[in-house]
């Protein structure tokens, strides 16, 4: 007999309440509701990065583990909870609003996939890429007939293999470029394969989960799927025949440098919705069109670059924590009890992470890969994250995993990505593989005719030319194999979770700058390093060091023992205004030259840019410089001299070689001298001396001193020099006292001179500190010193005039 009984359905939640006042609890009403949502859901997942970060995990498992944890599996527990902060009521709009937040991430994550690379996939990655998606693929398959004969019964086969087989065969890319900048390893060889194999693996994943979801729809007939996969691809087809013209009419009138406007950002934003509205319309969810045309827009220039600064930050920080929360609100691990469901889920953790791993690594040491280099690609080929997540709600949503199967595969992808950073960090050490000899760690050395490797790094193009131009006076003559240089770009690591912004930089890291793809915006380092190759074929090879200001130094360090150069050449932390007096650019970049200075693995130069040769590359017929180099004594004004030398090669430089020497009659209380039994000094200067009566560009003067004015003085005299080359720390106690307040000590004490308002001139300078193994006594302790702020500095320059 049937029931009379009628169910009474609650209404829906009105958007915003009448206030506490009026006797509206903020709870039922929707807006309220969400911002506490919100609210919780950011505080606890920042809490929980905040306490993994120790164990360097990316910001996407504290993500994960919040969702987790805000759902029935711990605090859902309690039904007061659950029923007052996440009702079924409030799902829908937290639902709409996670997936609104999580279509723009998609369509960050298409921006992070250049086409053009994926073309240029080398066999090797695309080898390792293919064995990390069909092993893992066909276990996935393998799995999900134990899955369908135990806890998923009833579940349509078809769409089911697929879905377990696409979930165990992801890599996430976004988390992989995240955990690789973080360990440092997005520049080396094994950070460009994973990167070239996850982003391969990514096409193929959203391919086969397209095919997953088309075969997964509601319609009884074979057709239906058919007719949405056709639909879909003709889709597809249609953005890459129309939108790739219009998205560069766009980006070539966004010129680098100039701020993009509001109308095109607005028109790619609204173009991403209406494209994941026909795809919603066709059967293949909405996600799908934001990721194409995402993968769609110029990556190059500033229209690229613009998309991600305004989308990223509210995408990534706000809404994308609610869909983690929407998926934890579907994972309740207490489904997951007895022997048989621990065992299912040991299982999937078990053929998910030898699938991947033992594909990879097979087909690493076919390709001639080191054994533990292909273990570590094996480990970061198996990093899952928020594309696992997506493509397991999905699958949720379309019915095709149960809440068991569901709770099963997230903690999976959980434990793979949690383990990947601890298990790469023990068995990968860069330094132990790279055991090479590293001969000439100096410029000043007894094969005068051996390769000059130069590692230069800079902040901007405000620093281009005074360093090409530098380059330009230090290539010499008949040195075998010439100069070389290592041109890196310092760039901070943010917490922007996106990855476009380091891998796009470092794609192309140790590749010539001339073999890049070049377009009309090409970027203005690549274009003035490419024309001083060509003018003076001098080999330039690009790197980036995309890291936290707090360990910038150990990328710049690391890189130059790998590229065994002879000296780092290190922009200033401060850049000259139209007045003549110095500005601070970023105090982070001062530190950043400290810890070089202690920990570099050769002689290291911090250059002071006062516009060397001027705002443009100087041709080397063209060139007409003065060099002085002063010398009192010790491996660093050694180490400076001997640069000079090397300058004074080139045909039109000339060499002001200034010795000073410490009068008999000088003050005794000032001018104790650091005597000792070393005559490294005098032998040095011997063979100078013999050069120097060999070579007509050099002009060698010793001048006697009695106080720190004459010194003060005799630099004077060459003031109108174009550059002053100078020791960091000359053994030379008379020194110390020529400037006294040391507002920059990693100048050294006559660098500090040379900066000062006082001492007026146009000369660049270029301090020069000289490998020893170990920094020790004044060259150490003066890193050690507490400084005067940079802010402080210059407000006393402002005074003082």
């Known amino acids: 007999m049937a029931s009379n009984a009628t169910v009474k359905c609650l209404p829906p939640m009105k958007a915003t309440s009448n206030g506490v006042f009026q006797g509206d609890d903020p709870l039922h009403f929707a807006l309220p509701l969400l911002i506490i949502q919100i609210c919780i859901v950011l505080a606890l997942t920042r809490i929980l990065a905040f306490l993994l970060r120790p164990l360097r995990q990316p910001r996407v498992i504290a993500e994960i583990v919040g969702g987790v944890l805000l759902g029935p599996s711990a605090l859902g527990r309690n039904q007061k909870y659950l029923n007052a902060i996440f009702p079924p009521r409030s799902l829908t709009v937290l639902d709409t609003l996670a997936n609104l937040g999580l279509l723009f991430f998609l369509f960050l994550v298409g921006l ?40 998923s019964q009833g579940v349509s086969q078809g769409p089911f293999l697929i879905f377990m087989g696409v979930a165990l065969s992801i890599t996430a890319f976004p988390v992989l470029a995240r955990i690789l900048a973080e360990l440092k390893l997005l520049t080396t060889n094994v950070g460009r394969i994973a990167m070239s194999a996850a982003a391969v693996n990514d096409v193929a994943a959203w391919i086969l989960l397209a095919l997953a979801v088309a075969l997964s729809g509601t319609g009884h007939s ?164 928020l594309v696992e997540l997506i493509v397991l709600n999905i699958g949720k949503d379309r019915g095709v995993l149960n809440d068991q199967t ?69 290539r010499g003559t008949g040195k075998k194999g010439g100069l070389r240089i290592y041109a890196m770009h310092l760039m901070e690591l943010s917490e922007r979770s996106s990855a476009i912004l380091m891998v796009h930089k470092a794609r192309n890291n140790g590749l010539p700058f001339w073999q890049k793809v070049q377009n009309s915006d090409a970027n203005q380092v690549v274009v003035a390093f490419d024309a001083f190759h060509h003018l003076s074929q001098v080999s330039i090879r690009p790197t980036t060091a995309i890291s936290p ?167 004077f005299k060459y003031n ?31 660098g500090n001179l040379l900066i000062s308002p006082q001492f007026k001139t146009i000369a660049s300078v270029l301090v020069v500190q000289q490998y020893r193994g170990q920094l020790m006594g004044d060259s150490l302790a003066s890193l050690k010193e507490e400084h005067t702020s940079d802010t402080e500095a210059e407000e006393a320059a402002k005074d003082s005039h």
């Open 112 to 151: 992070e996939l250049d086409p053009k690379s994926l073309r240029q996939t080398g066999k090797k990655a695309l080898s390792i890429a293919l064995a990390g998606i069909s092993l893992p693929f066909g276990l996935g398959v393998g799995t999900s007939f134990v899955l369908r004969a135990t806890i």
């Open 222 to 385: 074979p057709l239906v799927s058919l007719w949405v996969f056709l639909c879909g691809f003709g889709f597809i087809l249609l953005c890459i025949i129309v939108f790739p013209f219009v998205f560069k009419w766009i980006a070539r009138r966004c010129p680098e440098g100039e701020t993009v406007d509001e109308i095109y950002i607005c028109a790619t934003l609204g173009a991403v919705l209406a494209a994941g509205f026909v795809t919603d319309l066709i059967g293949i969810h909405a996600l799908f069109g934001a990721f194409v045309m995402g993968v769609l827009v110029p990556k190059e220039g500033a229209f690229a670059g613009a998309l991600v600064e305004k989308v990223e930050d509210i995408v990534s920080g706000l809404f994308l924590p609610l869909y983690f929360v929407s998926s934890g609100l579907k994972t309740n691990v207490a489904t997951i009890h007895g022997a048989q469901s621990w065992g299912l889920l040991v299982l999937v953790i078990c053929t998910a992470c030898f699938g991947k791993i033992f594909g990879t690594v097979v087909v690493s040491l076919c390709c001639k890969v080191r054994f533990r280099e292909a273990l570590t690609l094996g480990f970061l080929m198996n990093t899952k994250g």
């Open 549 to 715: 200001f707090s360990s910038m130094h150990e990328d710049i360090c690391t890189s130059a023992e790998r590229k065994m150069a002879a000296i780092i050449i290190l922009p200033f932390h401060k850049h000259q205004r139209v007045d003549g007096h110095f500005e601070t650019t970023r105090a982070d970049f001062r530190h950043v030259n400290r810890r070089v200075l202690e920990h570099a693995p050769c002689s290291v130069g911090i250059l002071v840019d006062r516009g060397l040769g001027g705002p443009s590359h100087v041709s080397a017929s063209n060139v007409n410089y003065t060099v002085t180099a002063l010398f009192f004594g010790g491996h660093d004004d050694r180490e400076a001299l001997s640069y000079g030398a090397l300058m004074a090669e080139h045909t039109g430089i000339r060499l002001n070689a200034v010795r000073f020497i410490v009068g008999s009659k000088a003050i005794p209380d000032s001018v104790t001298l650091d005597v000792n039994e070393d005559t490294s000094d005098e032998e040095f200067l011997a063979e100078f001396k013999q050069r120097v009566s060999e070579d007509g560009s050099i002009k060698y003067e010793e001048v006697v001193v009695g106080n720190d004015g004459d010194i003060v003085g005799t630099i």
């Open 720 to 750: 109108r020099s174009n550059l002053f080359i100078i020791g960091r720390m000359p053994e030379c106690r008379l020194v110390a006292a020529v400037n006294k307040k040391s507002e920059c000590p990693e100048l050294g004490p006559v």
């Open 406 to 474: 569901f709770a099963i595969m997230v903690l999976m992808a959980l434990f793979t990505t949690f383990i990947t950073t601890p298990v790469v960090v023990a068995i990968y050490k860069p330094a132990e593989l790279a055991k090479l000899e590293y001969k000439y760690r100096t410029i000043q050395r007894k094969e005068s005719d051996t390769q000059l490797r130069m590692f230069i790094c800079f902040h901007s193009t405000r620093n281009i030319p005074t360093l090409i131009n530098l380059m330009e006076a230090s």
